[in-house]
């Protein structure tokens, strides 16, 4: 049976490495009756991480759907990697989620990724609830955690359950909203709840966060502000309608607690997912642009969560499987249909849906009605020409929604197979892994014959690698991870270049005119014409501007790609009956190489963000070694015992660095790395290259 819209929700679980995500999720799956026995993380026996690699390292390496109801809601959940060499998958998944519950540690508090998480979570305005969880562990602190949040994310967080007790003390939790006391039977795995009157010694402490929670909800509605005059008080349904309006316009993050090992809280969250993310009727109605439109047709196109509009559905996800990939779909609007013929626009290519499913974590669970309706989540079988990020739609009423953009790739290591009979098989593998994978890059140096992989840092790379052999039964011998630099201008320059031929009587000419110069955007080449109309027919004009960009992708005089670049068409020379479509683009090419060579070339390289959590008796140690990275420490933190240092750092300087740190901290220290932005390289560097 479909699921009314309203009843729907599509939400993502994130956090920081280790905060709890996995074990959160299994908890949900458990008491929604999803699954009739709890794994664990420790143990390897998790449901959502059904990964050989994420069962022996306790991480969550891809981001698993599992579909699960709570009393009159459908909770299409997703569990997202914490480690930030996995950022893409957390990336993807929040590009088609409705809301998020975002989990941190009641020890460890505010870290890294939580902030990369929130960021990105702020930059797709996904509505959040928050779990403080851990309130059993040793140096757990409630209050100290909201006020990381407040600081450190700008969040807004608004408690509606509070601990009784903390650390070995940590005994239920008090619902503010009821002035209720909450106990979790531990010999049931909390599935067995006691209500009881809040113990006397906490009913002060319980009132005092009450009334705040009364005075923000007051002060959004004036009708509540009166009736709180009038009364004393709120009633419940109330002060959920105007904390529900308040989280969905992303103003306020209701806030619970809990240990989700000891199954303490969870219930309380589910109810929180219900009661206040939002359903795909409550978020905006997704835009895109109409791929060819014709006179007088609008360029942007709007389609409303409604399955009579016509069909608008993004791939998020591509699992490549030995038989055919899995892809995982959001629709958002009209109906998918099994066994229909579909566009990517992208492509301009028909795709195939042959068969549809609703994804139980890896096993996969048949739609009996082998349709999927607006808003809903589901893995399709039978595309074949398909990235991530790319669009379905119906052929007669074309879009293409906005990709998922993901970062450039710092990291590189040369791989070969042990025999040069699997060469073949090395290149089907690292294809199908790249398409899974969009942060993973695989290409053949042409120079060497070498093949280089590229990733987001060295555990994403060491992952993959026990993939080829794992998966797909391929020993390869790997060599030392290098830095992905990439190639920039410092300055303009221009060039015109003629390409000109005579064969059998027949002559061939074109000649293009480009200025390359420095240019700073989220594209790493922008590409622009200023021909004059009728200079060129319509398909010429987008073949010459096609090859200026494949001739800058290439990559510019060292050989790596180039980024922030402008390069502008300034010129093209035609003649018809002798300009062809090869002619230009040889020209085009030539002139590209041409004005890169006359142009300063400037040599850039990741720096990467870094922060290092160290007890503090190691502060000393961690900063002399930083210092002789020639890293820049911007801030440094007190969290009670321990001490936050947050660095800029270029990662060619990094290598091997976690074996480092844990010998200068004696294994108590902990690091987090991503990637910043892109810098110019010591000049030392490219003149080792220049040779």
């Known amino acids: 049976m479909p699921v009314p819209i309203e009843k729907l929700r599509n939400i993502g679980i994130v956090a920081h490495i ?27 026996t998790t449901e959502t991480d059904f990964d050989p690699e994420e069962a022996k390292r306790g991480i969550t390496i891809y981001s698993a759907a599992v579909t699960c109801k709570w009393k009159e809601c459908t909770i299409n959940l997703i569990d997202t990697p914490g480690h930030v060499d996995f950022t893409a998958e957390v990336e993807r998944s929040l590009r088609v989620l409705d809301g998020a519950v975002v989990v941190f540690s009641a020890v460890e508090g505010v870290e890294a990724q939580s902030e990369t998480v929130w960021r990105q979570a702020d930059r797709y305005h996904v509505p959040r609830l ?15 955690v909201l006020e990381q949040m407040r600081k450190r994310l700008n969040a807004k967080p608004v408690p509606l359950t509070i601990p009784i007790g903390a650390e070995h003390g940590f005994k239920g939790i008090i619902d ?46 004036d009708a ?43 219930q309380p969250i589910l109810d929180g997912v219900n009661r206040f993310l939002p359903s795909p009727l409550d978020v905006p109605p997704v835009t895109g642009i109409n791929p060819r439109p014709k006179k007088n047709e609008p360029t942007e196109l709007v389609r409303k969560p409604k399955n009579d509009e016509p069909l608008a559905a993004l791939i998020f996800k591509i699992v490549a499987d030995k038989h055919a990939d899995l892809c995982f779909v959001r629709v958002y609007s009209g109906v998918l249909k099994s066994g229909t013929r579909l566009l990517n626009p992208r492509t301009g290519k028909k795709e195939f849906c042959s068969q549809m499913w609703h994804i139980q974590a890896d096993a996969r669970e048949k739609i009996e009605t082998d349709f999927v309706e607006a808003g809903d989540i589901c893995g399709v079988i039978g595309p074949k020409d398909v990235v991530t990020g790319d669009t379905l739609c119906e052929q007669q009423h074309p879009i293409l929604l906005e990709s998922i953009a993901f970062p450039e790739t710092v990291i590189s290591m040369a791989v070969e197979p042990e025999t040069s009979g699997d060469r073949k098989k090395l290149e089907d593998a690292l294809s199908r892994l790249a398409r899974q994978d969009p942060t993973f890059k695989a290409k053949i140096n042409e120079e060497t014959g070498q093949t280089i992989i590229s990733g987001m840092g060295e555990l994403h790379l060491e992952i993959l690698k026990e993939r080829l052999q794992r998966d797909f039964n391929l020993n390869v011998r790997v060599h030392k991870p290098r830095v992905s630099y990439r190639e920039t201008v410092k300055n303009k320059a221009e060039a015109e270049e003629t390409f000109q031929r005579s064969t059998g009587g027949e002559n061939t000419f074109a000649s293009v005119r480009v200025r390359v110069e ?93 922060e290092v959590v160290t007890p503090s008796e190691f502060v000393g140690n961690i900063q002399g070694d930083l210092n002789q990275r020639h890293a820049k420490i911007f801030a440094s933190e007190h969290r009670e015992h321990l001490t936050a240092l947050q660095a800029e750092v270029s990662l060619a300087r990094m290598f091997g660095y976690s074996s480092h740190v844990r010998s200068l901290s004696q294994g108590r220290a902990s690091f987090s790395m991503e990637p910043l932005k892109y810098d110019l390289a010591p000049q030392s560097v490219l003149n080792e290259m220049l040779g």
């Open 224 to 266: 509540a502000m009166e009736q709180f005059f009038a009364e004393g008080d709120l009633p419940e349904e109330t002060i959920f309608r105007i904390l529900r309006q308040a989280t969905l316009a992303g103003e306020l993050q209701p806030t619970f607690t809990g240990t989700s090992l000891h199954y303490v809280g969870v």
């Open 18 to 44: 280790d905060a709890g995500k996995t074990t959160t999720t299994e908890r949900i799956l458990f008491y929604a009756g999803a699954i009739h026995k709890m794994g664990n993380v420790d143990d390897g």
């Open 518 to 610: 420095p240019f700073d955007s989220e594209q790493p080449i922008t590409v622009i014409s200023l021909l004059p109309p009728e200079t060129l027919p319509g398909e010429l004009e987008m073949v010459v501007r096609e090859a200026v960009k494949e001739s800058a992708q290439s990559g510019g005089i060292l050989g790596y790609p180039l980024i922030k670049t402008k390069i502008t068409i300034l010129g093209v020379g035609y003649r018809p009956g002798e300009t062809t479509e090869e002619s230009l683009r040889a020209a085009a090419t030539h002139a590209v190489q041409s004005a890169l060579t006359k142009a300063d070339i400037g040599l850039l390289e990741p720096i990467m963000k870094l």
């Open 130 to 144: 928050c779990f403080i969880n851990k309130m059993d562990r040793i140096g757990a602190s409630f209050e100290r």
């Open 176 to 221: 503010l909203v009821r002035r209720k006391a909450l106990y979790f039977d531990s010999a049931s795995q909390g599935r067995t709840i006691t209500e009881t009157e809040i113990p006397e010694d906490y009913v002060e402490i319980a009132e005092t966060w009450r009334s705040q929670l009364i005075d923000i909800i007051a002060e959004r509605d």
